[in-house]
């Protein structure tokens, strides 16, 4: 997810991270969708969950189902429509920027996750959602496929995900960070309530820490998720773009 920002126009220079300020709701949904991303990095490392293609195409689809799975479906709904929305602002940054497309990178193209997240979130319930994939413009050619997408992640990740619901015996995550920051508080209240629902087979850290770059990863040697203070500052741009 790492990328540097180059200013295409002053309103975007100008926003400053808010860092102890209290969020918009699309800030904290994508938070919360770069967290699940990076969990699902650590959840294919610590339960040797095996990989048909890119692991970054696996961690967005982890993402998206464990979304689906944890809320209710209206909150699912926005809380997916933000996500995705992300994506199209990266997008949109990248072209104000005239960046090509990085087809080298793991990651797909911003405007493919966008998609293929609205895509599973529809297909999980197709005729409860027509409003959701009307909003996100999902195309007819796609959306016929969306259902069975869905059979697909839930073929692929529910049984893991079955198999860490049984928490007895298995560590919590932990979290560390400035506890007066906004985005602290959002991921140590998520890891809070993720050690209810599903517990790793190996203990996995969460911190908050400054990393000289907006970004946030999954390190397999340390077992820790870093989210980056500088990626919120990011994710402000993209909402200033978007709006």
Known sequence: MLKK???????????????????????????LGIFY???????????????????????????????????????????????????????????????????WDTHGPDEQRFYNMACILYGADTEAREGFADEVGLPDERAESCAEEYDQAAASWGSVME?????????KLTFAGNRELAVSKILEEEVRSLNREIRLSHPVGVSVEAC??????????AYKIVFCTEFVGHLQRIEVLLK
């Open 212 to 221: 000289d770059e907006p970004n946030a990863y999954y390190d397999p040697e």
């Open 5 to 31: 920002l180059l200013c295409a126009a002053a309103v975007l220079c100008s926003v400053t991270p808010a860092m102890a300020e209290e969020p918009s709701d699309f800030l904290a949904a994508n938070i």
């Open 163 to 171: 198999e860490m619901s049984d928490i007895k015996g298995r560590p």
């Open 37 to 103: 991303h990076e969990l699902g990095h650590a959840i294919i490392h610590t339960e040797d969950v095996p990989i048909f293609g890119q692991e970054e195409d696996a961690a967005d689809v982890f993402s998206i189902f464990l979304v689906d799975a944890l809320f209710e479906d209206g909150d699912a709904q926005s809380l997916a429509l933000d996500m995705a929305s992300g994506f199209a602002g990266e997008a949109m940054m990248r072209d104000a920027e005239e960046e090509e497309i990085a087809w």
